[in-house]
């Protein structure tokens, strides 16, 4: 029998500072599954890798994943007998970051948590488990490949360069997150390979609400790389190669139509194609039956779809149209989507 589980648990791997997990999902930290206090070890990878199993294993025969009650960002799907390969692997291994976002994960409801995590906290070498992962054949060709936290521009020039030479001749898909303050030359070669999304987060159209969210004086800089990263991403001459601008809605501080559409004209300035909308996360995981609350945000939603749904030349990224509460009314009134 085959029961449901989820796509993360069975195939992504991420590396934090101190943790292995299959995702970032706070019912998982909450619950302080699988591996934590890891310090780059290779017996800590093969330690998860069993945790992983022997968890997967005990719901396997009658039930569901035990993470997927009240998860939030699951990936449903079916679990599988075939062996485990990895599809998905999150390298967010060090916590530098110049960057001081308001929904950054460890600041939210804790600023002094964050300030002990941020830029402090140790990190471990990546290189030599990422080898160990290749010599044992468990990534898969076409893996997703995510460079993430805290902000891969202020990793040593050295690593990051040798993270995407790794991500090229294992084949993988390229996602490089950025706050986009620095401009680096590792991430314009990067996007010079045929398969790499780089996503950059701005969350606003104006200098006003960039400096309140971002908390950094850096609204030009950002915009000024935006362009020159788009300018290089266009030469690739691939389809499976662009830059996606982000926002990430925040209730009560950019949602309104005003940021949007300067968001947008900001968004045509640069040439971006492909915008992505998203919802900060701890306020869905805080509202999610607030039906009121909902209401306001699903309008700012609705309305970023008007006005980007049928856009010749800006596409919207829909991801997370299917599974979400917050998604599902966008799902119903546009049956055609642009993206897969
Ligand atoms: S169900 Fe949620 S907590 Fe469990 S692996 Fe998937 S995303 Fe993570
Ligand atoms: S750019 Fe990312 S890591 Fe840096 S503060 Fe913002 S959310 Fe946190």
Redesign the pocket.
Known sequence: MRNECCEFLLHQVAFYNDEIRPCCSFTIDKRKLFYNNFSGDIQGIKDYLKAREKYIKSFKENGTAPCLNGCTIFEKTLDTDTSFKINNLIISHR?Y?????I?????TGDTKKRKEI?NKKKHYQIKPILKYLYEENIIEENCRFLI????CSEYPREELGWLIYFAMITNCNMLI???G?NYSKEIETALEYKKTVLKI?VDSGTKKTFEKI?RVKKYNEVWKNIKKYIQISQKSNSVDTYVELKYIIIPGINDTMEEVDAFIKKCRKVKCKYVRIDVEHFWVEENKNNIEKQKTVKKIINYFFDKLYADKEIKIDIEGVYKDWLWAFVQDKYTNHQMG
Request: proline share 5%; with cysteine; aromatic share 4%.
């Open positions: 916590t970051c110049s960057c001081n976002c929904y950054c994960e460890p600041s941020i993430c936290g805290g902000e997150l950025s706050s303050i987060s971002k």
